[in-house]
């Protein structure tokens, strides 16, 4: 996850940013993508300790805190058990005991959103299998009763679990339709993080069996798989099927059947980032069980063909997927050394292409029900074996295997005034993330004697390049932007795809022999024109006609201080990326002033154009179109069925882009919106030709539209 921490330049810097969003970052190195740690033993009892399988997932991870959950039988009957590690799967908590009833508890799954731990699993309690849940809100620490999700007389099993935002997710496989014992494929889903609970929704409704079962969730993009029997009933051929829904299980489309061939395909499990759907099952069509692949780039619309991920004689067995931005992780159990042994794979450009297959358990006895997580850098996968004798769980990790592709990018900094050298500073490589309106410094390094600087992990993003001062009483300059700028809209942007060189910069001079005066003062942003927070990050630059005196940088708090300013007539520049800069014409008398305040507005980009409140959510096609390199988006926001009032009340909406991948390119809109009609700018920058995606979401509401950049 994201940790957000202050530099000594008041910067917001996040180390671990690029860690999680493709975002998750990093350098690309086969050394470091093959660094899978020694295996850790997580149980160990007398009695059975086993893992679900490849449908669903009995890991989790959630920055550095890693949940594993499992069923044994060490108190007399099965129990479904939890334990956690807080320091990237390091070391290990005790075990923790969640269920304690008379029936046979079994088949947990995990997922997290925040600091809440979902768990799910398959109870006999009642007299028959049902759904049953829990949760933790403090990251496991503590935990709720049992809450019973299903309630009828028959079958309710093998049941798979996601989580995004406050929505969670359960499909799961039914046969309380019949007839003859008939399995379908249901869903239910929670609004409010597990509080409550809507109705079960029946998802399949044919002739013949629908079974394992596996669901992912990527925003309100729903995704479901199963196999299917109603294509080959009566000679027993299952096919792998799919539907999604783009409402957060509101609704849904039809049923797709994805796989066509006369042998078994089953024992699917799905992943899903952004609009990359990713789905792995087991295939029979080659004589012998293979694991196969396969995508979609538009959130489910359309596919890709079948992929074989594997090719031996052996038999292969209950593959798990898991995606984090162009990184997907494959984990199953392979026979290919004549008993069950643990093999992973992975790629690293959305499933395009694929990565050797690797071994990861050695062992004389079987390894089975590998499931896998990602978190950061991270790769965690466990599973359960019966080396002792009895069946325990094991725990294995990569903490580089989940590393993006970051470059280097080297240039020459100089005083704009003279074109001589810059020997000391700092340059920062920065991201400004719209989500939290943040400056996220990505990578840094100091300035080399002659101006010379490299910066080594900048990530394939869109960057700006800044060069800061030495921590100083009066600095030689000023804070700039790349190439020469101070107002972050006149920066050159960087979108790295290779290691780039000559990336020089010029600085502004700062001409000032000193005084005890200052300016002092602070920053905040606006709502009707009334201040109601601080707002950090801001440089004041203090100007004195063209020369530059000094500067400040605010903190959390909005508390600035420009120091060592001589008297004299003033124009302040206020700047913050993502804001409009503000100034001030201010005269320094010889007493210093403490009362100089800057109050912004909202974050630039997005503008209502009609207040008059539409009748259904409507984007429409961006103008131009085939563009460069900038285009213009519109869309509506409609009063939302159960609103009060005049349906001015603000609802929280997403206007996102996407690349073919599904990666995400930018946030254009995140935040609450009043019901109108708006439009917004996005400006390219440096990204390159090719289809992109503009997804718009407001509340259960949906709409995608496709756009061209043409450079």
């Known amino acids: ?157 093998l049941h798979s679990l996601s989580v995004t935002g406050n929505f969670v997710h359960i499909s799961w496989v039914d046969n309380r339709n019949g007839p003859f014992g008939r399995y379908e494929i249901y869903y239910k889903r929670s609004t409010d993080n597990g509080s409550g609970w809507g109705a079960d929704t029946r998802m399949t409704n044919d002739s013949a069996e629908s079974l394992n079962t596996s669901v992912s969730a990527s925003g309100s993009n729903v995704h479901i798989v199963w196999n299917d029997l109603r294509d080959g009933y009566n000679d027993g051929n299952m096919e792998i099927y799919y539907k999604r829904s783009t409402n957060s299980g509101l609704s849904w489309g039809a049923d797709t059947r994805l796989t066509y061939n006369t042998a078994l395909s089953e024992y699917s499990s799905v992943s899903a980032t952004g609009l990359n759907v990713n789905i792995v099952w087991r295939d ?112 294995k990790r990569n903490p580089t295997g989940n590393l993006f592709p970051t470059y280097t990018i080297s240039g020459r900094v100089t005083f704009a005034d003279n074109g001589q050298p810059v020997n000391f500073g700092m340059v920062k490589a920065l991201h400004y993330d719209r989500v939290t309106s943040n400056f996220i410094s990505v990578d840094s390094t100091t300035i080399q004697p002659e101006g010379y600087y490299t910066l080594t992990r900048v990530p394939q993003d869109t960057i700006y390049i800044m060069y800061y001062p030495n921590d100083e009483a009066i600095p030689q300059f000023v804070p700039t932007y790349y190439r020469s700028a101070i107002d972050w809209q006149q920066a050159d942007k960087i979108y790295p795809t290779e290691n780039l060189t000559d990336i020089d910069g010029q600085v502004y001079r700062i001409n000032n022999n000193g005084s005890s005066n200052l300016f002092i003062g602070g920053t905040s942003y606006t709502y009707n024109d009334l201040p109601i927070a601080p707002l950090g990050d801001v440089i004041i630059y203090a100007k004195i006609g063209n020369d530059f005196k000094n500067y400040g940088i605010s903190n959390g708090n909005g508390a600035y201080t420009a120091a060592k300013l001589p008297p004299g007539d003033y124009t302040l520049f206020a700047y913050r990326i993502g804001y409009d800069y503000l100034t001030r014409n201010v005269t320094l008398s010889g007493n210093s002033l403490d009362t100089i305040n800057f109050y912004f507005g909202p974050p630039i980009g997005i503008k209502q154009i009609n207040e008059t409140v539409p009748l259904q959510i409507n984007l429409y096609q961006n103008y131009p179109n085939p563009f460069n390199p900038a285009t213009k988006i519109t869309f509506d ?75």
């Not at 044994?72 to 290990?92: A, L, Q």
């Open 1 to 157: 996850m994201c940790v957000k921490t202050k530099d000594s330049n008041s910067i917001i810097e996040t180390i671990s940013f690029f860690i999680v969003v493709l975002y998750c970052f990093c350098t690309v190195n086969n050394i470091l993508f093959s660094q899978w740690q020694p295996e850790v033993r997580l149980t160990n009892d007398p009695a059975n300790s086993l893992v679900h399988y490849g449908c669903s997932w009995a890991v989790a991870a959630n920055g550095n805190i890693v949940h594993v959950v499992w069923w044994d039988n060490r108190n007399g009957n099965n129990e479904i058990y939890y334990k956690r590690s807080t320091d990237g799967g390091v070391s290990w908590g005790a075990d923790t005991r969640l269920t304690n009833s008379a029936g046979t508890s079994s088949y947990p799954s995990v997922a997290l959103s925040g600091t809440y731990v979902h768990v799910v699993w398959n109870d006999n309690r009642d007299g028959n299998d049902e759904i049953y849940y829990k949760r933790s809100t403090d990251k496991g620490l503590s935990w709720t009763a049992d809450t019973r999700l299903t309630n009828d007389n028959n079958t309710s099993a």
């Open 637 to 711: 926001i409609p009063a939302l069925p159960g609103l009060l009032g005049n349906g001015k009340n603000n609802i929280f909406t997403e206007l996102i882009i996407y690349d073919v991948l599904g990666k995400e390119i930018a946030v254009l809109v995140h935040g609450q919106l009043q019901p109108g009609k708006y439009e917004v700018i996005w400006n390219t920058g440096d990204h390159p030709s090719g289809l992109y995606f503009c997804r718009l979401r407001t509340g259960d509401f949906l709409q995608t539209k496709k756009m061209l950049l043409i450079k």
């Open 284 to 395: 029979m069509r080659d004589g012998q069980n293979e694991i196969y692949y396969k995508r979609s780039a538009d959130g489910g619309i359309n596919w890709g063909s079948d992929m074989r991920l594997t090719n031996d004689p052996a038999n292969k067995d209950y593959p798990n997927v898991a995606s984090c931005g162009s990184n997907v992780h494959v984990a199953w159990a392979d026979m290919r050394d004549n008993i069950y042994q643990v093999y992973y794979k992975r790629s690293t450009d959305a499933g395009t292409s694929w990565g050797a297959d690797t071994r990861l358990t050695f062992n004389s006895v079987l390894s089975a029900n590998p499931t896998i997580a990602v978190s950061g850098t991270s790769v965690h996968t466990v599973w359960h074996d019966n080396r002792f004798g009895n069946y325990e769980v094991f725990y």
